[in-house]
Nanobody, 127 residues
Framework: QLQLVESGGGLVQPGGSLRLSCAAS????????VGWFRQAPGKEREGVSC????????TYADSVKGRFTISRDNAQNTVYLQMNSLKPEDTAVYFC????????????????????WGQGTQVTVSS
């Protein structure tokens, strides 16, 4: 079974950067689309970005477009989320999730990611 571990979260000042990692074990991540989601206290989970199994396709929430970049390194069995120009409203627990699929696209919806989910990593943007 595919297991996911997120890392790279922390406390950063507004305007700063973080790179989150989603490391997989158990199976080859290359066969999966991967999504990043976040949930802030008192708010519903929202999709941030996703990347298809072939990394030619990516998509982003409007709130992070131009600031966040998703990428994957299948040799390392890891997907990354580079977050730049961070804002206080980016504060949340960030989760990665998978869906085994043959399609060359992904849908940034929690319901579409029917595979494994990680435990999350906290990102706090504050001065």
């Amino acid at each position: 079974q595919l297991q996911l571990v997120e890392s790279g979260g922390g406390l950063v000042q507004p305007g700063g950067s973080l790179r989150l990692s989603c490391a997989a074990s158990g199976l080859a991540l290359a066969n999966y689309a991967v999504g990043w989601f976040r949930q802030a206290p008192g708010k519903e989970r929202e999709g941030v970005s996703c990347i298809a199994r072939s990394d030619g396709f990516t998509t982003y929430a409007d709130s992070v477009k131009g600031r966040f970049t998703i990428s994957r390194d299948n040799a390392q069995n890891t997907v990354y989320l580079q977050m730049n120009s961070l804002k206080p409203e980016d504060t949340a627990v960030y989760f990665c999730a998978t869906r085994r699929t043959m399609t060359a696209s992904c849908i940034m919806s929690g319901g579409w990611f029917t595979g494994s989910w990680g435990q999350g990593t906290q990102v706090t943007v504050s001065s």
